[in-house]
């Protein structure tokens, strides 16, 4: 088993690996910016480290100083968390390289993942739907034409680099694609130093629906079920909810089992996410695999009763995953993460600055994961979550009940937050009927 | 792993018998101590650095504690905390990575500074090695060296104070 282990990361995560790490008796090192002194996973964490200034680049993104934090401290392994150098296939090998154990996959599953073309490549030959397309790079604009014609519009353009909506083009017709080419060329250049695209069929409304999967080194890999994420803005994620209000058991079973061909294909180990897009007519189709432990990871430990960072800690130790043998996980009611920013609901304008009180709802059913406390300065330098409030019900309407209430009884002073927003939602009636795709914020964001 | 009290024992017995060094090897440490001629000035320990252990990097922490270094550095020390009461005046070095901090290029040679020594701006102070590379610390004004508040091979922070210097 691992003895002490650095988290490479900040905030709620890092204090959920804290968590994690004390219930199997390993120590735990944080490190921290300056700007990140009066953190809580500083002072939750058996010991810690200041690694660099408030900006990230000198501090949780900077790989000598974590690595030279891990030396100091005598660590024996790293948990990267969300975020920062998370994915970072170079930092999971200086890891290594270093002695030191990188809990979660292998650097090359990373940088297999990493890349999108490559990724789709991969899981297409493991019997894995992806979405009809170009098979990797585009070669020039007469190709993305001659694809576009045989597949139909609409077509996008996505960067293989890429994420986050950078370097991403739709285009409806051959004219719209003949100027996009270029211009999303110029931006995965300018935002990944690699000028790469690729192109696939656009889905007008899908869901976004991702499976969680488990793998240990001794060759099991399991999926725990799935993660209905379609309420998005600018493809960040407010409100995940498992399972899916639409998937049938046969769906479940099929998409599952895509995802452990997926999580085979790129010889993974750790716990990982499979993304597909859901279309209207019942088709899915691979995304990207996400190569960490994820924000909404607490959705699935409230239906499955798995604690997935403790079986990261496990596996990384060359462990077995601790789930019964020879069994599917089972899902148990209905869950739902609402994230909480720091941010105005109407506006999303981030709102760093001092949390004056807090007081977290409690009582059934109801987990809240967050690093505030009264008197806390949100700093400005980084992301804007600040809390996650996750209820659990026997199904989905009192999960939605259990959401309402704990929202109502959650109260932040001092900066604005989220929280009015997801309220809105649980009120909204396409929500509460499950009529969900990735276009729903757009009405909240044209008003 | 080397036990604290083990180390201290081999250093004790690599002072007090002449023995230039002794190596050891187990279970994936490796510890190396070398005697040196007359104490070093200053603080400057007479250990050596611990080989570079990636099984267990651990070992390199009871170096921080090591022995009978202080003895001369002492008074020079109370004297110097005497004179960072005011603090008024003074300008701190802190250290701008996180790393293991040396006073001197390697363990047979003598510090960079000690206190009262008089420094030019751009004038090497010390060493934090991070991920086995040695950076130079240079100091950022001319002055006179008032207090070196890190012992030699003490891990440090980013930020942390490790001299203070009254500007010329």
């Known amino acids: 088993m691992l003895s002490k282990v650095l988290i490479a990361n900040r905030g709620e995560i890092a204090l959920r690996v804290i968590q994690a790490c004390r219930e199997l008796g390993v120590a735990s090192v944080a490190v921290h910016s300056e700007a990140d002194r009066d953190c809580l996973h500083v002072q939750m964490a058996d010991e810690s480290v200041c690694i660099g200034g408030p900006y990230a680049n000198t501090s949780y993104l900077n790989v000598s100083a974590v690595i030279a934090a891990a030396e100091i401290t005598g660590a024996d392994g790293v948990h990267p968390g ?22 979660g996959p292998s650097a090359d599953a990373i940088r297999l993942m990493g890349n999108k073309s490559a990724a789709r490549q991969a899981v297409a030959a493991a019997g894995v739907p992806v979405l009809p397309g170009s098979e990797g790079p585009l070669q020039g604009r007469q190709e993305a034409l001659r694809i576009a014609e045989q597949i139909g519009y609409p077509v996008i353009l996505k960067a ?219 700093p400005p330098y980084y992301d804007s979550l600040i809390a996650k409030v996750i209820v659990h019900g026997h199904d989905r309407n009192e999960a939605i009940a ?46 | 792993m080397f036990k604290f009290d083990e180390i201290c024992e081999l250093i004790r017995l690599v002072g007090s018998t002449g023995v230039a060094s002794v190596e050891i090897e187990r279970a994936g440490s490796r510890l190396k101590i070398e005697g040196t001629a007359p104490p070093a000035a200053e603080g400057m320990t007479s250990v050596a650095q611990v080989a570079s252990v990636p099984v267990a ?67 090497v102070l010390c060493i934090v090695e991070a991920m086995k590379l040695m950076n130079e610390i240079e100091s950022d004004l001319s002055g006179t060296i008032v207090k070196v508040y890190v012992e030699n091979a003490q891990p440090v922070e980013f930020g942390e104070r490790l001299f203070a210097i009254r500007p010329a």
């Open chain 1, 82 to 103: 969300y975020g920062f150098l998370a994915e970072n296939a170079h930092f999971a090998e200086i890891v290594q390289e270093c002695g030191l154990t990188f809990i």
């Open chain 1, 160 to 378: 293989s680099a890429g994420g986050g909506g950078r370097g991403m083009r739709l285009a409806h017709d051959a004219r719209e694609l003949r100027h996009a080419f270029d211009t999303a060329r110029t931006e995965a250049e300018k935002a990944f130093g690699d000028a790469s695209v690729y192109l696939e069929k656009y889905l007008e409304r899908p869901r976004h629906i991702e499976f969680q999967v488990l793998a240990d080194g001794h060759g099991r890999v399991v999926h725990l079920g799935e993660r209905e994420c379609s309420i998005q803005r600018r493809h960040q994620k407010l409100l995940e909810e498992a399972p899916s209000a639409v998937l049938t058991p046969e769906q479940r079973s099929e998409m599952g089992r895509a995802a452990v061909a997926a999580a085979r294909a790129a010889r993974y180990t750790s716990a990982g996410t499979v993304e597909f897009l859901l279309d209207v007519d019942g088709s899915f189709y691979f995304m990207e695999m996400n190569t960490r432990i994820q924000v909404e990871h607490a959705v699935t430990e409230m239906v499955t009763d798995v604690d997935l960072v403790r079986e990261q800690l496990l596996i990384a130790s060359g462990e077995r995953m601790s789930l019964p043998p020879r069994r599917a996980v089972h899902v148990r009611g209905h869950a739902i993460e609402f994230r909480i920013n720091a941010e105005d609901p109407d506006t999303f304008a981030p709102s760093p600055g001092t949390v004056s009180s807090v007081v977290l709802p409690g009582g059934p059913g109801v987990r809240v994961d967050t690093h505030i406390y009264s008197g806390y300065t949100i």
């Open chain 2, 57 to 123: 990097p651990m070992a390199q922490q009871p170096l921080a504690v090591a022995p009978a270094p202080t003895v001369e550095a002492a008074p020079a020390l109370t004297q110097a905390e005497a004179e960072a009461s005011e603090e008024e005046g003074l300008h701190f070095v802190a250290s701008p990575i996180v790393g293991t901090f040396y006073r001197a290029p390697n363990p047979d040679a003598d510090p960079y500074v000690k206190v009262g020594d008089f420094v030019e701006k751009g004038q």
């Open chain 1, 402 to 447: 259990r959401g309402r209430r704990a929202l109502e009884m959650l109260r932040i002073d001092g900066v604005s937050t989220s929280t009015r927003l997801h309220l809105r939602i649980l009120r909204d009636s396409d929500f509460i009927n499950g009529n969900l795709d990735t276009h729903f914020m757009d009405r909240y964001l044209h008003e």
